[in-house]
């Protein structure tokens, strides 16, 4: 049985600095990220688009969708094979290409280090990740390589 699942976020714009759109330099990429009962996200461009480096870009959000969307299907993953992870972090990495006007991602690279139980088997915690990149709904959805380099840490008895 197919389901549909919807997500609401309301963006605004607060950049306006008193004269609108009116010259590329006059406005600030500056807004807001509201989504029902979650703190506000302040949002700006990237500092190469005239961004504030302070407030997260959509280009940062995206790597860490695609990070944070790996590891929670990872963890279950994992658990299903039998696998006990104790700590899990990722060097998660996005490359974007721009030409012209335009631009697109042309890869994510994941660099999960995954510590697991003295008492669980490294082979199936590497394998878990393959699982886990094809459960993944954010990297099923977009249009470029997401690879993941893993590395397996068994943690001392």
Same mark, same amino acid.
């Not at 389901?3 to 006059?26: A, I, P, Q």
């Not at 280009?59 to 993953?77: K, Q, R």
């Not at 249009?143 to 397996?152: L, Y």
């Given at each position: 049985?197919?389901?549909?699942?919807?997500?609401?976020?309301?963006?605004?714009?607060?950049?306006?600095?008193?004269?609108?759109?009116?010259?590329?330099? !006059?406005?600030?990429?500056?807004?807001? @990220?509201? @989504?029902?009962? !979650?703190?506000? @996200?302040?949002?700006?461009?990237?500092?190469?688009?005239r961004?504030?480096?302070? !407030?997260?870009?959509?280009?940062?959000?995206?790597?860490?969708?695609?990070?944070?969307? /790996?590891?929670?299907?990872?963890? /279950?993953?994992?658990?299903v094979?039998?696998?006990?992870?104790?700590?899990?972090?990722? =060097?998660?990495?996005?490359?974007?290409?721009?030409?012209?006007?335009?631009?697109?991602?042309?890869?994510?690279?994941?660099?999960p280090?995954?510590?697991?139980?003295?008492?669980?088997?490294?082979?199936? #915690?590497?394998? =878990?990740?393959? =699982?886990? /990149?094809? =459960?993944?709904?954010? #990297?099923?959805?977009?249009?470029?390589?997401?690879?993941?380099?893993?590395? @397996?840490?068994? #943690?001392?008895?």
């Amino acid at each position: 049985m197919n389901h549909r699942h919807r997500y609401r976020v309301d963006v605004e714009w607060t950049g306006n600095l008193g004269s609108g759109t009116d010259g590329y330099r !006059k406005y600030s990429r500056d807004h807001v @990220i509201r @989504i029902d009962g !979650k703190p506000v @996200i302040a949002g700006s461009s990237d500092p190469t688009f005239r961004g504030d480096a302070a !407030k997260h870009n959509p280009e940062d959000m995206l790597v860490a969708a695609l990070s944070t969307c /790996h590891m929670l299907s990872y963890l /279950h993953m994992a658990t299903v094979a039998g696998v006990v992870v104790t700590a899990y972090t990722d =060097a998660a990495e996005g490359t974007m290409a721009t030409e012209g006007d335009g631009g697109r991602f042309v890869e994510v690279v994941l660099r999960p280090t995954v510590t697991v139980s003295a008492a669980s088997d490294p082979a199936k #915690a590497e394998t =878990a990740h393959e =699982a886990a /990149h094809h =459960a993944c709904f954010i #990297a099923n959805s977009v249009n470029f390589p997401v690879r993941c380099h893993p590395r @397996i840490v068994v #943690a001392p008895v």
